[in-house]
């Protein structure tokens, strides 16, 4: 299964210009924690980074700054982390563990933004399948009960 099978395609994003205060109504009418900050090139939206509630508190609001005057592109992170869409699940994680990063925006072939994916939704096809497999081993035991009946 490939990553871009599972990631979120309903990302919402923002261009770099954007206030740090309108940023976070967003998240909260999305109820999202994160922004992909895009630029639109050609009819596509190619992402240049990310901005996180967390990076919203700890760069501007423990800090006292402004968040009308302050704009997402100047607390997102500068080094921006991204998986492709045919990555599959287990090199996602490996890339997501070796750069300590949460979320990740998926690109398509062409650079755009296809998706994310997020821990938790790693931790939810996880336990999908850890379930499955809890269940090869009850049905085993329920063959073997009745073949020897």
Known sequence: MSIGEICTREVVTVPASTSIEAAAELM???HVGDLVVVEERGGKQIPLGIVTDRDIVVEVVAVGLDPKVLSVGEIMAQELVTG??????????QIMRAKGVRRLPILAEDGSLLGIVTVDDLIEVFAEELTDLARVISRGRAREEKSRI
């Open 28 to 30: 909260r009418r999305h």
């Open 84 to 93: 492709a869409e045919d990555d599959g699940i287990l090199d996602t994680l």
